[in-house]
């Protein structure tokens, strides 16, 4: 009898093994700065006047976004065995990494209850921690993130003109499938202007934060012309001469 309950508990304790080691949390990622840059104003061009003539003009030029930091670049790391006190027992290094880079204004995400963000969610703020996985009718919707961001309404760059697509690749966030489409999703330009990094927003409900999420594509043509695995955009006010800084938490998670 003392030996049929020791076997029974010692096969409980391996299952609890093997349930923990499935479980790929999301980790913190160290960022290093190589450089950052803004366009530079065009240079006007002129045009005569001649008194009482009437001359049709064509002008072309641009505008800097006031809502909106851009990321982008490499990504390193292993898949690793450990224990608690950061004992690794053996790793195995990605020499072309897939998964994801996460980036957060917090640096405390609650990962078991990612879900979508839901641009059309009521706003209510319920605590929607079933849905993960899923969409939350629940939690912040687009006019609490443009109050967030001081974005007004209809602004050509406001998030719901930016991420306008349902056609993201599936995905894995902390073992959670997000199915093909299932969240709001854009494409970040490569170097010919077309959409080739795949960008989704998600929504951690316990601490109401919106996550950025590049889907990781190793060494793809970038914007710049060179070959990055990742580009990405997050939400920053620069409206009215705003210049304070917005501290964002970045995690990847390395299938």
């Not at 803004?38 to 006007?44: E, F, I, K, R």
């Not at 003109?161 to 073992?175: A, E, G, I, R, V």
């Not at 914007?223 to 009215?240: I, Q």
């Amino acid at each position: 009898m003392i030996k049929k309950t020791f076997i029974i508990l010692f096969i409980g304790f391996i299952c609890l093994i093997a349930i923990n080691s499935v479980i790929a949390i999301p980790s913190g990622a160290t960022v290093s700065q190589k450089n950052t840059s803004t366009a530079t104003a065009s240079t006007p061009s002129s045009q005569d006047a001649v008194a009482g003539n009437v001359t049709e003009l064509t002008l072309t030029g641009f505008s800097t976004t006031e809502s909106w930091q851009g990321f982008y670049g490499n990504v390193s790391g292993v898949i690793q065995l450990a224990d608690s006190a950061s004992h690794v027992m053996y790793n195995w290094s990605q020499l072309n990494p897939s998964g994801e880079i996460y980036a957060s204004k917090n640096g405390t995400v609650a990962w078991s209850y990612i879900q979508c963000l839901n641009l059309s969610a009521d706003g209510s703020y319920a605590s929607d921690t079933a849905q993960a996985g899923a969409t939350s009718l629940h939690g912040m919707n687009l006019s609490a993130i443009e109050t967030a961001y001081n974005i007004t309404a209809g602004d050509s760059d406001d998030i719901n003109n930016t991420f306008t697509l349902t056609n993201h690749p599936q995905f894995y966030t902390n073992s959670l499938q997000f199915s093909a489409g299932e969240c709001k999703n854009m494409k970040v330009y490569n170097s010919t202007g077309v959409g080739d990094f795949n960008e989704v927003l998600l929504y951690e409900p316990t601490g109401r934060s919106v996550v950025f999420t590049s889907i990781l594509k190793s060494d793809a043509n970038s914007f710049d012309g060179s070959t990055h695995d990742f580009e990405m955009l997050v939400l920053e006010n620069g409206h009215n001469g705003d210049t304070a800084v917005t501290p964002y938490y970045f995690y990847m998670e390395i299938a």
